[in-house]
T-cell receptor, first 112, second 113 residues
Framework: SQTIHQWPATLVQPVGSPLSLECTVE??????LYWYRQAAGRGLQLLFY??????ISSEVPQNLSASRPQDRQFILSSKKLLLSDSGFYLC???????????FGPGTRLTVT | KQEVTQIPAALSVPEGENLVLNCSFT??????LQWFRQDPGKGLTSLLL?????REQTSGRLNASLDKSSGRSTLYIAASQPGDSATYLC????????????FGAGTRLFVKA
């Protein structure tokens, strides 16, 4: 069966510090991968998605970036965090047939 | 541009009641619609997926319907329980949108014991 992991689970970082969040998927090949952000009391905002290694599509201009160095690994990064980057970050995957989407447990990021 | 709306934003019901959550979308050209559950501080759990060619899907006490022509889906929860308390989100995968998914803001459900 497929499993999706995210770490860390929680993170508190000062403004201006770098960020690296990691997501890995097990039990599938060539998944479509997604990064979402959920701000307090708001819906899900799609940040990035990837259909293959090295292929990243950005949905929202911001100081975040994403990379996919391996088939089942998706990384969200920032060189300098802003207060507005605080939120709940969710990684998701969808198999190559494009049907059901599955989510990881999320990372709670607080920028102070 | 596809938009997804969920009504009501919040709902409080006594235990045992049957209830309906609503989801509407502006463009009927979709591949599928998916309902999720989110507990506080947790990720999303997939409940039901309805393909565009389907009218409904059932899982236990949950039944989701899809009326693509009118841009509506409903999630029916039978005999609600306190453990059903969570936020329920619907999401559509639009045709021509690549592999993107458009989410509603969710309905926060509270079932009172």
């Amino acid at each position: 069966s497929q499993t999706i992991h995210q770490w860390p689970a929680t993170l508190v970082q000062p403004v201006g510090s770098p960020l690296s969040l990691e997501c890995t998927v097990e039990g599938t090949s060539n998944p479509n991968l997604y990064w979402y952000r959920q701000a307090a009391g708001r819906g899900l905002q799609l940040l990035f998605y990837s259909v293959g290694i090295g292929q990243i599509s950005s949905e929202v201009p911001q100081n975040l970036s994403a990379s996919r160095p391996q088939d089942r690994q998706f990384i969200l990064s920032s060189k300098k965090l802003l207060l507005s980057d605080s939120g709940f970050y969710l990684c998701a995957w969808r198999d190559y047939s494009g049907a059901e989407q599955y989510f990881g447990p999320g990372t709670r990021l607080t920028v102070t | 541009k596809q938009e997804v709306t969920q009504i009501p934003a919040a709902l409080s019901v006594p235990e045992g009641e049957n209830l309906v959550l609503n989801c509407s979308f502006t463009d009927s050209a979709i591949y599928n619609l998916q309902w999720f559950r989110q507990d506080p501080g947790k990720g999303l759990t997939s409940l039901l997926l309805i393909q565009s060619s389907q009218r409904e899907q059932t899982s236990g006490r949950l039944n989701a319907s899809l009326d693509k022509s009118s841009g509506r889906s409903t999630l029916y929860i039978a005999a609600s329980q306190p453990g059903d308390s969570a936020t329920y989100l619907c999401a559509v995968r639009p045709q021509g949108g690549g592999f993107k998914t458009i989410f509603g803001a969710g309905t926060r459900l509270f079932v009172k014991a």
